[in-house]
């Protein structure tokens, strides 16, 4: 539990940091935001295979969604570091999948989880709401997506970093809990 939540805020971290670069810098290539996407992409979904397999190990059940969203990351991130060609063309679909992917899981787990649903539970889901109208946006208005990439990709990493930092701090309050 305690990796998970250390994991959890490495990757908020490193999230805002992104969301920071995006905005001062918009116009920086794209094709090192797409190959560090793509690596970001295969830690994910490591770590999601990992989780998936720890906690059916330890719990003797684990959810689905992790494995499949795991192994999907994994696929998604290998093929855009082999064809980064492809993600500049196809650039904001890419992304629009890859983050109804991530928030779909989230709310999953948020609303499968037995903890209570306090005020950081609620603002979880305020921030992935709004992550999941960015990426709908992005899948709606590839065209639009293109030409505001770097911005709306920005404000999509700085709610992710939010929602995955209020994320640490209830694994924070389940660890000692427990």
Request: proline content about 2%.
């Amino acid at each position: 539990m305690k990796k998970l939540g250390q994991f959890t805020l490495i990757i908020a971290i490193l999230s805002f940091v992104l969301s920071m670069f995006l905005f001062f810098k918009p116009v920086r290539t794209l094709e090192i935001i797409i190959m560090i996407c793509a690596i970001l992409a295969i830690v994910k979904g490591l770590f999601d295979l990992f989780s998936y397999f720890r906690e059916k190990r330890k719990l003797k059940k684990a959810s689905s969604a992790t494995l499949i969203v795991g192994l999907l990351m994994i696929v998604l991130g290998v093929f855009l570091f082999f064809a980064p060609q492809f993600g500049l063309a196809f650039v904001g679909v890419v992304f629009a999948i890859w983050f109804l992917l991530e928030i779909i899981r989230n709310l999953i787990e948020l609303f499968s989880e037995t903890h209570t649903k306090d005020v950081i539970f609620w603002i979880a889901i305020v921030f992935n709401v709004i992550s999941l109208i960015f990426a709908i946006l992005l899948l709606i208005f590839p065209l639009y997506a293109a030409i505001s990439f770097s911005l709306i990709l920005a404000l999509y990493f700085l709610f992710q970093s939010i929602a995955l930092f209020l994320g640490f701090i209830v694994l924070r309050k389940v660890r000692k809990a427990i």
